[in-house]
């Protein structure tokens, strides 16, 4: 009987440790739980806050493309100025050295 006391005694001794321990371990669960929600909260905040940097950064891609092509332009109708005030500055060389060869006959 004194071994059947003894297997009840530890039964009720597990029993109670397990009452004892569940509610510790339940507890330690709830905290990383808590944890796991602010850091999937904080992981959000930063997600939501790279999101909008990155759409102002698409904008400002946008308006730079814009910008550029208005430099192109700029750029062609410059070259095209400087094109026709090179042929002006030809001719010009080219009537001035008429008029010395005309000065140098008379």
């Given at each position: 009987m004194r071994f059947q006391n003894k297997k009840i005694y530890s039964f009720l001794i597990g029993i109670l440790l397990i009452g004892?321990?569940?509610?510790?371990g339940c507890t330690w669960f709830k905290s990383e739980n808590e944890?796991?929600?602010?850091e999937i909260t904080d992981v959000s905040a930063e997600n939501?806050?790279?999101r909008k940097?990155?759409?102002?950064?698409?904008?400002?891609?946008s308006q730079m493309h814009v910008r550029l092509a208005q430099l192109n332009l700029q750029i062609a109708s410059?070259?095209?100025e400087i094109q026709n005030l090179q042929k002006d500055l030809d001719t010009f060389k080219a009537q001035l050295k008429g008029v010395e060869k005309k000065?140098?006959?008379?």
């Open positions: 004892i321990l569940t509610p510790i944890k796991l929600k602010e939501e806050k790279l940097e990155l759409n102002t950064l698409k904008s400002e891609n410059l070259h095209t000065d140098k006959k008379t």
